[in-house]
């Protein structure tokens, strides 16, 4: 396997405009204020909650220039801020104990060592509970929480494999049949079992076979069809595998997808003019392009794919 060193410096250009833009979308990922801790929800967390993921796995994987690498970290600070130090989650986590997204999200900050002690006792204690073992969620959501579960430690069930056969990629379902939201919990198994790339033994070697023979196929279909979101999100399962493939001349159509502002569109809508208003439906691809990118370059790093082939100059 080559890895194409015009793959990476394109990789690592998305991800520094795409940062760029968030860097200065800030303020439209600030919580609403003037209201009550449990009326905080919705899109407002989601969006938030991705922001940081997207830093703290920059900032893990260490591979951005001083510009991005600082850009990151004040980025990471102030979702961490915005979240008053992790005093909101457990508050909502309080408000709602059945709830999982508090420690969903909490697990992204984990990562990049921001602790809070009362959260994480609270979240031990519930995770003992007889209703923690019967929440009822989708498969793939089911191994999000087991996600963050391990970032606290906790070990991960003996039925973890019966869980990841009730997932749609778990089935390994006749290729044709992913549409939109089945791509997106395709996606979110993998990243939740290798947890984003750092871990690719995570995933079953049947689970990486079935990739293996059908990524490529779906790779091709959300470019074709210019479905940015998901393509960046499929590009990122490749660096989730033991084997990526890189996809260079896909690479280039994201690439070139990519706005002169940074901002990658949400498909072949045009976006408004004003950036408040486009922030509300491109943030997304914006965030996936910033991991897309740098777990591209990352792996292309990783010694363990640099056997006989070197990246060329």
Sequence with gaps: MTIDAATVRLAQQVTDRALAWLSRMRSCFALPRGVDDHEVRGEALKALSELALAV???????????????????????????????????????????????????????????????LEELALHLDGLRAARFTEQVPNRRLGVLAARRRLGLPDPPDL??????????????PWMLDASNAYGVTHTVFHLTDWGADPAGLPEELQEYLACWLPVWVEVFAETRTWDLLGEFLMVDMCLTRP??????????????????????????PPDDPARAFLN??????????AGTLTVARALDPALH???????
């Design 245 to 270: 493939r890189f996809y260079p001349r896909v690479w280039e159509r994201f690439a070139a997808a990519q706005r002169a502002d940074g901002m990658m569109p949400n498909g072949v809508t045009r």
């Design 56 to 118: 703290a796995l920059l900032r893990r994987a260490a591979v951005a220039g001083p510009d991005s690498a600082r850009s990151a970290q004040e980025l990471l600070d102030f979702a961490w801020r915005e979240f008053r130090e992790g005093e909101l989650l457990y508050e909502l986590q309080c408000y709602t104990p059945a709830a999982t997204y508090p420690v969903e999200i909490y697990g992204e900050f984990v990562t990049a060592g921001y602790r809070h002690r009362k």
């Design 161 to 174: 494999g019966e869980q990841i056969r009730r997932t749609w990629l778990g089935g390994m379902p006749e």
């Design 282 to 291: 491109h943030h997304h691809p914006t965030i996936v392009a910033v991991v």
């Design 307 to 313: 056997g006989p082939d070197r990246i060329p100059a």
